[in-house]
């Protein structure tokens, strides 16, 4: 709205323009009561948080970031919502801008139902029954395949740079997945790279480069170029499997056997929260059984929360593959981690797509 003082002259402009001031910073008081929630696409949904929506009707408002670098770099930018959601490997750096404040545990209702493996990671602990993070959604990173179209290939992330398949495949645009297979590729540790091996990393990327459709964190396009058959192979997490399994599509999440990628994601509170306690009551809210059900039927993730396994039966989560227990998953699978030359290695990632 523009107001135009000059136009408004006399006692009833002035009181006018006093009634105007007195709406206008009840609409900022309100504002301020609205948590700010800056997460994925498609994790802004109202069933992960029923019991927050029933006390805050519309108490919560989403902004959504393509990956968590991309959301490190806005919040760092000086974008302030109350809380986001990036993932375990990411917090470090989040921690080390001074971005985030403890979440002191004592009021997490169901911080006991989390499972252990996730709630004693090391970067997440700040201390005296406080943590940087709260951990809620695990999964996987794998090849999503067309069964029809890919017949019977090796299991192996190496089907990502079959030339038989070049302009067909896609991957993701992001630096703690397609440069991670690609350093496994390569025998290289992927989370710590002296500058010889990171130039090994670089080359195995340059080389699947010229095969690739896309580097995209769109899964839904990704998801219909599969359907379609203009991709017959693509980097995916769990959520696209059981998107198109659901729809007929005949696919198969691959089980490498280099090793899927597992990662773990959750709630930080930045350190300028705003609105701290209807943070803490989003939070509880998320971690309600069925917000974790939900999660678990509705993308194939799986939930921090023990009690959220336990809703869901043991043939419906052979069928999503995954196990009740994220410990016997970890055991197969290479846990996403933080990686300590991100930086570097996001460079080198942006100059081999650029041609470099």
Same mark, same amino acid.
């Given at each position: ?165 070049? *302009? ?131 993308? *194939? ?56």
């Amino acid at each position: 709205m523009t107001v135009h003082l000059k136009s408004i002259i006399g006692h009833k402009a002035k009181a006018g323009l006093a009634a105007l001031a007195l709406a206008l910073s009840s609409t900022v008081a309100l504002a301020a009561d609205k948590l700010q929630y800056f997460t994925w696409s498609g994790y802004e949904l109202p069933d992960f948080n029923k019991s927050f929506l029933t006390a805050h009707p519309d108490g919560v408002e989403a902004s959504i970031f393509g990956d968590d670098d991309d959301a490190f770099t806005k919040v760092k930018a000086g974008f302030r919502p109350d809380i986001a959601h990036p993932c375990y490997d990411k917090v470090a750096r989040w921690n080390k801008e001074g971005l985030l404040q403890p979440i002191d545990t004592k009021r997490i209702k169901n911080w006991d139902s989390i499972f252990p493996v996730f709630k004693n990671l090391p970067d997440l602990q700040a201390g005296d029954g406080k943590v940087w993070m709260v951990p809620w959604d695990w999964g996987n990173t794998s090849i999503l395949y067309r069964t029809d179209l890919v017949k019977n290939p090796e299991a192996s992330w190496n089907l990502l740079w079959d030339k038989q398949y070049a *302009g067909r495949m896609a991957t993701i645009d992001a630096v703690h997945d397609t440069p991670i297979v690609a350093a496994l590729l390569a025998g290289v540790n992927p989370f710590d790279m002296t500058p010889d091996q990171m130039d090994k990393v670089a080359a195995k990327l340059r080389e699947q480069r010229p095969l690739l459709s896309s580097y995209t964190t769109d899964m839904t396009s990704v998801e219909q170029a599969l359907a379609s058959g203009q991709l017959v192979a693509a980097m995916t997490w769990n959520a696209s499997a059981t998107s198109l399994k659901k729809q007929g599509v005949p696919v198969e999440f691959m089980k490498p056997k280099e090793g899927m990628l597992t990662w773990a994601c959750g709630f930080v509170m930045l350190k300028d929260a705003k609105n701290v306690d209807l943070a803490y009551d989003f939070i509880n809210s998320r971690l309600d059984a069925d917000s974790g059900k939900f999660l678990i039927q509705s993308y *194939g993730y799986g939930s921090s929360l023990s009690t959220a396994f336990a809703g869901v039966s043991k043939d419906e989560l052979e069928k999503l593959q995954l196990p009740a227990d994220p410990d016997v998953m970890l055991k197969s699978t290479i846990f996403t981690g933080p990686m300590k030359q991100n930086d570097d290695v996001a460079k080198m990632f942006e100059k081999v797509k650029a041609g470099g």
